[in-house]
C-alpha cells in the first residue's frame, strides 16, 4: 500500500501568520490527493480534493499544490478556527490511506 | 444538507462483536458509497472498507478482512460495520464516511464518529 508522510508533525504558528504542510506520498498518486481538517472531538471534514480544489465551506486562504509524491497545503493568515490537525490522504490506489497528520497549534 | 449520524458508544469485553450504525439523509443513498474508518487513541486515521449502497458489493482491508462485515439497508438509509473478535487494540473512534462515483476513496461527508472501548 502506499506510505503518506506528512512533516512537519507539530507546527507553531501566530495568528496571522503563513503555514505550510507537507505530504509525501511513497509512489505515484497522480493528482488524487485530499486534505482533511479536524478539530478536537470532532470528524475530519474534506477540505481540498484533487491536490487543489477547495472544499464547499473553506475560505480562499487554504490553497493546495502539487502532483505525483509531493503536496504541500498552505494556509495564508492563520486564525483562530484553523488551528488543528490536518490530514493528507491518497485516494489513486487501493486501499486508501492517511497521513499522520500535522498539528497546527498557537506560537 | 448531507448528515451522516452514527450509533452511541459501545463498551465491549475482549472477543465480542460490535455492531455500529450509521444513518444517511440529504441524499439519495443508492447512489452512494459508504466506508468505514478508525481513529485509534494516538493513530493516523485507517481505512476499514466500504459497501456500494446501490448494489451492495463491498471491499475490505487486509488487515481486517474475516474480521469485519459492512453491510446496509436501503429501506433505513443506513449502513452498519460490524466488527468481531474484538481486543483491545481495537479501541478507537468508528467514522462512517460518504463517497460518490466520482472518486469512490474520497471522503466528502463524515458521521460524528461512534467511541469503541474494549477492555475487560
Known amino acids: 500500500e502506499i506510505v503518506m508522510t506528512q512533516s512537519p508533525a507539530t507546527l507553531s504558528v501566530s495568528p496571522g501568520e503563513r503555514a505550510t504542510l507537507s505530504c509525501r506520498a511513497s509512489?505515484?498518486?497522480?493528482?488524487?490527493l485530499a486534505w482533511y481538517q479536524q478539530k478536537p472531538g470532532q470528524a475530519p471534514r474534506l477540505l481540498i480534493y484533487g491536490a487543489s480544489t477547495r472544499a464547499t465551506g473553506f475560505p480562499a486562504r487554504f490553497s493546495g499544490s502539487g502532483s505525483g509524491t509531493e503536496f504541500t497545503l498552505t494556509i495564508s493568515s492563520l486564525q483562530s478556527e484553523d488551528f488543528a490537525v490536518y490530514y493528507c490522504?491518497?485516494?489513486?490506489?487501493?486501499?486508501?490511506?492517511f497521513g499522520q497528520g500535522t498539528k497546527v497549534e498557537i506560537k | 444538507q448531507v448528515q451522516l449520524v452514527q450509533s452511541g458508544a459501545e463498551v465491549k469485553k475482549p472477543g465480542a462483536s460490535v455492531k455500529v450504525s450509521c444513518k444517511a439523509s440529504g441524499y439519495s443513498f443508492t447512489t452512494y458509497a459508504m466506508h468505514w474508518v478508525r481513529q485509534a487513541p494516538g493513530q493516523r486515521l485507517e481505512w476499514m472498507g466500504w459497501i456500494n449502497a446501490g448494489n451492495g458489493n463491498t471491499k475490505y482491508s487486509e488487515k481486517f478482512q474475516g474480521r469485519v462485515t459492512i453491510t446496509r439497508d436501503t429501506s433505513a438509509s443506513t449502513a452498519y460495520m460490524e466488527l468481531s473478535s474484538l481486543r483491545s487494540e481495537d479501541t478507537a473512534v468508528y467514522y462512517c464516511a460518504s463517497s460518490g462515483p466520482s472518486a469512490w476513496y474520497l471522503f466528502d461527508y463524515w458521521g460524528q464518529g461512534t467511541l469503541v472501548t474494549v477492555s475487560s
Open positions: 490522504q491518497q485516494y489513486n490506489t487501493w486501499p486508501p490511506t
Open positions: 509512489q505515484s498518486v497522480s493528482s488524487n
